[in-house]
């Protein structure tokens, strides 16, 4: 196995932001909007920050190896606290956003918290109401505003009264490698969540392969829309930090993402797919009219694109001929693409969930390459990716540097070992030694590996759909394929043990409210749901995705929902990743239809 060169900074998260702040000072840290103005803090100004709550933390009691947990949406303040745990020997726990009370209880309560901090007088008043069931918490912590006891204003205003640093200071060399950074609470699909222990080392590990790899650098802009409970954003902003490059937090409201990548201008966007789905249907969307001539012409203009990029990416001379096409192409087509991403950006990254490869191509033909790549939250969240000097696209990449993957002979699921794996589940050895077998990460996905190492993933053991004929079916990619219609916003292969494959599917408002406006219907979901030609249009949409596979693999039959899924409804995983068992049973009665 390659040896992960330590990283430059610190050796524990403990001692990051302070590093940080000595090495890169006055350089930029965190962006962000406030009361529609873009506000910045320096290194300095953020390695301070972390401090004066870190001195704060002290001052009320917080000890080595206890348990904070932050509720909260992605904001900068998130990243401070976080830090600030770390310093003084604490473990972060992620709370999602959107949990609901019981789901904030089964985390707190699970992980033992002593401490929440919490954004705002909502996320309180979750916490409020399981509070009696929580006897391990003593505090709770108000982001902003006179929303309890204490906030973080008053953890600094402590620290200046009564800061004792050099009590700090000997926390955070006390912080060992192999000592708990995070407990990450999976969102997954199935039964309550497990908390996955990540390590100092864990996360110090991945700094040290974005470094080797050099997927961000000292002049790059990071757009972070992820939330920050996800180990993907995590990861993000510990790279970041390690490489003294700065973080752009969106502002709060999904709808203002791309008016926001357009005024921040990044240079580096890790997202999960939903996000370059939705760019993707906007970029295309003149599609929807565009004649086979036209089609064939578009198809053309992507894969001319990928085959220039690739030229001048290699520093080979593009053709006279293909580069006056190329040229023409990209002054009404490509240009306005990267437009959309802000204009600057050098790469993306794609993760959490599949994503076709035909978007891929589409973005890495208009300027803006949307690098593929694989983890778990079991592996800090990375484990292979796309780069742009190793691209395939239809594949997750190669190994990371350190990381190990082999493919199990009797079932064809992906392994890995690396010091990116995770230590333990937290309070449950059970599943420990399930998951962790023989040094091997047990992925629970299935794949295989090209013979130049890239890794192909065909989907989740859990979700693979076995048909009454005995077919085994993968859902994805049918569905990625769906998705890629700017009028769906969710699709849901269904045909486990019975006679062919069908879907439930869930219109995009927007588009398809526009949709209906220019032919006069009225804009109601629920009557659009049910419209005749709004069914038409979603079956031609079927069949041009049903078009790429075999005649088993189709899909026959599909329900449209009067209503979009979301995490808060408890259809949705945080990344927008359907929860099939949650859908299988509330939607059994319509499922049962379709088979009648």
């Known amino acids: 196995m390659d040896v992960v060169k330590q990283p430059t900074?610190?050796?524990?998260?403990?001692?990051?932001?302070?590093?940080?702040?000595?090495?890169?000072?006055?350089?930029?840290?965190?962006?962000?909007?406030?009361?529609?103005?873009?506000?910045?803090?320096?290194?300095?100004?953020?390695?301070?920050?972390?401090?004066?709550?870190?001195?704060?933390?002290?001052?009320?009691?917080?000890?080595?190896?206890?348990?904070?947990?932050?509720?909260?949406?992605?904001?900068?303040?998130?990243?401070?606290?976080?830090?600030?745990?770390?310093?003084?020997?604490?473990?972060?726990?992620?709370?999602?956003?959107?949990?609901?009370?019981?789901?904030?209880?089964?985390?707190?309560?699970?992980?033992?918290?002593?401490?929440?901090?919490?954004?705002?007088?909502?996320?309180?008043?979750?916490?409020?109401?399981?509070?009696?069931?929580?006897?391990?918490?003593?505090?709770?912590?108000?982001?902003?505003?006179?929303?309890?006891?204490?906030?973080?204003d008053g953890l600094r205003a402590r620290s200046r009264e009564n800061g004792d640093r050099a009590e700090l200071r000997r926390r955070q060399k006390a912080v060992r490698d192999d000592d708990a950074y995070t407990i990450i609470y999976t969102s997954g699909t199935t039964g309550p969540p497990k908390g996955c222990v990540l390590t100092h080392r864990n996360a110090m590990s991945v700094g040290a392969m974005v470094e080797e790899l050099g997927f961000v650098n000292a002049d790059d802009v990071s757009y972070l829309y992820l939330p920050l409970a996800h180990s993907f954003a995590l990861t993000t902003v510990l790279g970041s930090v390690d490489q003294g490059t700065a973080v752009v937090y969106f502002g709060g409201d999904t709808k203002?993402?791309?008016?926001?990548?357009?005024?921040?201008?990044?240079?580096?966007?890790?997202?999960?797919?939903?996000?370059?789905?939705?760019?993707?249907?906007?970029?295309?969307?003149?599609?929807?009219?565009?004649?086979?001539?036209?089609?064939?012409?578009?198809?053309?203009?992507?894969?001319?694109?990928?085959?220039?990029?690739?030229?001048?990416?290699?520093?080979?001379?593009?053709?006279?001929?293909?580069?006056?096409?190329?040229?023409?192409?990209?002054?009404?087509?490509?240009?306005?693409?990267?437009?959309?991403?802000?204009?600057?950006?050098?790469?993306?990254?794609?993760?959490?969930?599949?994503?076709?490869?035909?978007?891929?191509?589409?973005?890495?033909?208009?300027?803006?390459?949307?690098?593929?790549?694989?983890?778990?939250?079991?592996?800090?969240?990375?484990?292979?990716?796309?780069?742009?000097?190793?691209?395939?696209?239809?594949?997750?990449?190669?190994?990371?540097?350190?990381?190990?993957?082999?493919?199990?002979?009797?079932?064809?699921?992906?392994?890995?070992?690396?010091?990116?794996?995770?230590?333990?589940?937290?309070?449950?050895?059970?599943?420990?030694a399930e998951t962790l077998v023989d040094g091997w990460l047990r992925t629970g996905d299935v794949g295989e590996l090209d013979d130049e190492g890239f890794l192909k993933i065909s989907g989740r053991k859990k979700d693979i759909i076995i048909t009454a004929g005995g077919k085994n079916l993968t859902p994805a990619n049918l569905e990625n394929d769906l998705k890629q219609s700017r009028f769906i916003s969710q699709a849901m292969m269904h045909g486990d043990r019975r006679p062919f494959p069908v879907a439930l599917i869930t219109l995009d408002e927007e588009e398809i409210r526009a949709w209906a406006r220019e032919r006069g219907k009225q804009d109601d979901l629920v009557a659009l749901a049910r419209d005749d030609d709004i069914q038409s249009l979603i079956r031609a949409e079927l069949d041009r995705a049903n078009a790429k596979y075999a005649q088993v693999e189709q899909i026959k039959k599909f329900a449209i929902l009067d209503h979009d899924l979301s995490t808060e409804s408890g259809e949705l995983t945080p990344t927008l990743k359907v929860k099939r068992a949650v859908m299988n049973e509330r939607y059994a009665d319509v499922l049962d239809a379709l088979y009648r």
């Not at 302070?18 to 506000?39: H, I, M, N, Q, T």
């Not at 985390?107 to 309180?124: C, F, H, M, P, T």
């Not at 949307?370 to 079991?378: A, D, F, I």
Request: hydrophobic share 40%; charged share 25%.
């Open 9 to 152: 900074t610190a050796r524990t998260v403990a001692e990051l932001a302070s590093r940080s702040a000595e090495r890169y000072g006055a350089r930029p840290a965190v962006r962000f909007k406030r009361d529609g103005e873009w506000l910045e803090r320096s290194y300095a100004e953020f390695g301070a920050i972390v401090e004066e709550l870190a001195l704060g933390l002290l001052e009320v009691g917080i000890e080595p190896g206890e348990r904070v947990c932050i509720l909260a949406n992605t904001r900068p303040e998130w990243s401070f606290i976080s830090f600030a745990i770390s310093a003084v020997g604490g473990v972060v726990v992620p709370i999602y956003p959107t949990n609901s009370p019981e789901e904030c209880e089964w985390v707190a309560g699970n992980s033992g918290a002593k401490a929440v901090v919490v954004e705002d007088a909502g996320q309180l008043e979750k916490i409020e109401q399981v509070r009696e069931r929580l006897p391990e918490l003593e505090h709770t912590i108000g982001m902003q505003g006179a929303i309890a006891a204490l906030d973080l």
């Open 256 to 432: 203002n993402v791309i008016p926001e990548l357009m005024a921040s201008r990044p240079t580096y966007v890790p997202s999960v797919p939903r996000i370059f789905e939705k760019l993707y249907a906007i970029a295309t969307a003149k599609l929807e009219q565009a004649s086979p001539e036209e089609r064939k012409q578009f198809q053309q203009a992507v894969e001319l694109g990928v085959e220039v990029r690739r030229c001048e990416h290699r520093g080979e001379e593009v053709p006279a001929e293909k580069q006056r096409a190329f040229d023409e192409a990209d002054a009404q087509l490509f240009k306005g693409v990267r437009e959309l991403f802000g204009g600057r950006v050098r790469q993306a990254v794609s993760g959490a969930a599949p994503i076709a490869p035909e978007i891929l191509e589409f973005f890495y033909a208009a300027g803006v390459p949307v690098l593929e790549g694989w983890g778990m939250t079991e592996t800090t969240a990375v484990g292979t990716v796309n780069t742009l000097d190793d691209l395939k696209f239809g594949t997750v990449g190669r190994a990371m540097p350190g990381v190990e993957i082999r493919i199990a002979p009797e079932d064809g699921e992906i392994l890995v070992r690396g010091p990116n794996v995770f230590r333990e589940y937290w309070r449950n050895p059970e599943a420990t």
